[in-house]
């Protein structure tokens, strides 16, 4: 849930995966462009981060890992870091 709120703007839907399981956590529609993305959501670990390897499937379907940090309350989505819920002080802007 915490992804979502981070990846949620005014362009953007944003869908999730219902199954709970799968290559695919949440997928976003930029409005305007119609560009997808598509992510998969992990929980981080408390002390430090450990990038996890991408399965066969989420390297042909290009899928972004979303690192969640609960602890440190941080976020790493791809080379970017960020604090949770910054976007809501930054007028609701994407980092990406």
Do not use: C, W
């Not at 709970?20 to 949440?26: A, H, K, N």
């Not at 305007?32 to 390897?53: C, F, N, V, W």
């Not at 042909?60 to 604090?83: A, C, P, S």
Request: aromatic share 6%; proline share 2%.
């Amino acid at each position: 849930m915490i992804a979502i709120l981070e990846l949620l703007d005014d362009n953007h839907l944003v869908f999730t995966n219902i199954n709970g399981v799968g290559p695919i956590d949440i997928i976003t529609v930029n409005k305007d462009s119609g560009e997808i993305e598509l992510y998969d959501a992990k929980s981080d670990r408390e002390t430090r981060h450990k990038q996890r390897p991408l399965k066969d499937i989420q390297k042909k379907l290009k899928v972004k890992q979303f690192y969640i940090n609960l602890k440190k309350r941080t976020y790493i989505l791809g080379n970017k870091r960020g604090k949770i819920f910054s976007n809501e002080l930054t007028n609701n802007k994407r980092a990406d």
